[in-house]
């Protein structure tokens, strides 16, 4: 097809920077999402609201060979690479066209191919050989990894080139003999040291050479390069050893501390400000049907936005949302009544995870750089084994944290509670106490009788103490308020002025206490509160002989803790720290998840 053929097959195109943007047919595109940009004789289109290039072509009536433009050198498949694990299963393939391009695949199980390696494992070119051998050669492409094996030698290469090395690739060469060979332009020399630096200190010879008027090996042996002569070279080259202070026998960097004081602070950024921070990993813990997905979709929402949320300001950005165990209706119902309109930078995925779902998401994040991923729920994508088992656990959460400090994305994990209350928030998480140590922060919800709790244990930042939730059923959103001890005490308030009309008779405060459920010190703040605003009477000299003495006025009008002020009572009702009141002394009920007598009216049931 030539450019204007495949154009033609895409609606509102227009011009943007070098290349094009057009209505994405993908999916029901208001605004274009849909880039569209010619590089090397081929198309590349990108869907910014998340279809897939399969997915845009097969809407599109086309191939995906259509995106090669005509052209007097048609495209072919002159190599295919074989990636294997350790027994040889074959894993995935790197495919070399000419004219000179890279493209990978897997297989589609059914006998075909799937061009792309979503949730695939990568690993090492020729793995096998690899792990075999006491001494490999290490270099930039398949083609030369070919070269070294027709020389008689083991050789090895990572998928995609300079720059794409994975920390995992160096402990499948731990314990060898390594000889690193750098292409001769500043990309391979730059990869060339990428490699070294993660190998260091994990192999028993490291070494880094450029081979003598050759771009790479296939253009050394090209030339007359033979295997003495690659091994001469080697045998002459020093050990490797990095610039700073790395010690090649542990990898560890030192520094002295008046070094460490001298280096610039850097400040934090955060995603979501004094709460969560830019570069990090949290978790969202409660037991079922408390509000983790709820706060998860509406913290993602006002992300996407730049919006302020439960008080404190967002960074604006793309966010991913992986909902691993709902409908996407569901998904989609919640955020239309949370008042998204389909325009904000949110890409979702709701559907089971990938068979190797923490790698693919490693690699999502790369590739997309969002601002916030959430995880809805973390088991159903670690796929974790024996939840107890802390080191099974922190090891699938290791690459998570590295991920999140590389491309400055926050990742939010939703998670259950145990069944009983810890005293300590910090063990709250279902299982092993490693992801409580793992996260920078610990957003813990729980639920009493009457409210919704909220609770943060941070790392940075400083801890927001229980404070209670809304939510409102018809928006699907929340908002915060007042700590937990002023909605006790505003609770206790209310029972204890209702006990008093009750009695008819003054009363101790040793049977207010009997009569009213609550813990002490609130029950004495509470009648404290009522004194001082003149709300109960309060008499006695607070003695053996001559305790205080309650008791509820009856001046013709009832005035309990929430209602309107009796029209009788002309003294002026200050209130004592009742200006974040949370839960309304009214008939509202802030509570997360709306009791059996709600059902059939929005929204349905679920969580939240």
């Not at 920390?167 to 391979?188: H, M």
């Not at 992986?322 to 569901?330: G, P, Q, S, V």
């Not at 002394?585 to 349905?604: F, H, M, R, T, Y």
Request: hydrophobic share 35%.
């Amino acid at each position: 097809m030539t450019p204007s053929d495949l154009l033609s097959r895409f609606k509102g195109v227009r011009r943007s920077g070098d290349g094009w943007i057009a209505l994405c047919p993908g999916h029901e595109d208001r605004n274009p999402s849909l880039s569209i940009h010619e590089r090397t004789g081929k198309i590349l289109l990108l869907c910014h609201a998340g279809c897939t290039t399969e997915a845009v072509c097969a809407a599109a009536g086309i191939v995906m060979r259509d995106l090669f433009l005509y052209t007097d050198n048609v495209p072919r498949i002159v190599a295919e690479y074989n990636y294997t694990d350790e027994t040889g299963k074959l894993l995935y393939q790197v495919v070399r066209f000419e004219p000179k391009d890279f493209r990978q695949r897997r297989p589609d199980g059914n006998g075909g191919w799937t061009w792309n390696l979503n949730g695939v494992r990568r690993v090492l070119y020729r793995l096998p050989e690899a792990l075999a051998a006491k001494s490999v050669l290490v270099v930039e492409g398949e083609k030369d990894v070919e070269t070294a094996s027709k020389l008689g030698l083991v050789a090895t290469c990572n998928a995609g080139g300079a720059g794409k090395w994975r920390e995992e690739s160096s402990e499948s060469l731990r314990g060898k003999r390594i000889a690193i060979i750098a292409d001769a332009d500043e990309p391979g020399r730059k990869h060339a040291q990428q490699v070294a630096a993660s190998l260091c200190g994990k192999t028993e010879s490291l070494k880094v050479l450029e081979l003598p008027g050759a771009k790479d090996l296939s253009e050394w042996v090209g030339k007359g390069g033979t295997r003495l002569g690659l091994l001469e070279l080697i045998r002459s080259t020093p050990e490797w050893k990095p610039a700073g202070n790395v010690t090649q026998q542990t990898g560890f960097q030192l520094m002295a501390l008046a070094e460490l004081f001298n280096k610039p602070q850097v400040k934090t950024e955060w995603l979501w400000h004094g709460r969560l921070a830019a570069g990090t990993i949290s978790g969202t813990v409660s037991k079922p049907k408390v509000g983790k997905s709820t706060l998860a979709r509406n913290l993602t929402l006002a992300t996407s936005r730049g919006e302020s949320f439960l008080g404190f300001s967002t960074r604006p950005g793309t966010c991913i949302y992986l909902a691993l165990e709902e409908r996407a209706e569901d998904i989609a119902a919640d955020f239309r009544a949370m008042g998204a309109n389909g325009d904000e930078p949110i890409l979702i995925h709701a559907d089971s995870a990938p068979a190797e779902g923490i790698l693919a998401l490693v690699d999502l994040v790369r590739e997309r750089k969002p601002v916030l991923a959430v995880i809805d729920p973390l088991f159903r994508l670690a796929r974790i084994k024996d939840e107890k088992a802390y080191g099974e656990t922190y090891a699938a959460l290791g690459p998570l944290i590295d991920v999140a400090r590389a491309s400055g994305t926050h990742l939010l994990l939703t998670h259950h509670s145990g069944k009983s209350a810890k005293a300590d928030p910090i063990d709250s998480p279902l299982g092993s106490t490693a992801l409580g140590g793992a996260v920078s922060t610990l957003i813990v919800l729980r639920r009493t009788e009457n409210y919704r709790l909220i609770q943060t244990v941070q790392r940075l930042g400083q801890d927001l103490p229980e404070t209670v939730l809304s939510f409102d059923p018809e928006t699907r959103q929340l908002s915060l308020g007042g700590s937990k001890l002023d909605s006790d005490r505003e609770e206790c308030e209310r029972a204890i002025a209702e006990f008093l009309r009750d009695a008819g008779e003054l009363q101790t405060q040793a049977q207010v206490r009997d009569g009213v459920e609550g813990q002490t010190r609130i029950i004495r703040a509470a009648l404290t509160a009522l004194a001082v605003t003149g709300r109960i009477t309060k008499t006695g000299e607070g003695t053996k002989g001559n305790p205080f003495l309650y008791g509820f006025e009856n001046t013709g009008s009832l005035y309990i803790p929430g209602t309107r002020k009796p029209e009788s009572q002309n003294v002026a009702e200050p209130r004592i720290n009742t200006s974040d009141m949370l839960v309304p002394d009214s008939l509202q009920n802030p509570i997360l998840v709306p009791d059996d007598s709600q059902k059939g009216n929005p929204p349905e049931e679920g969580e939240l």
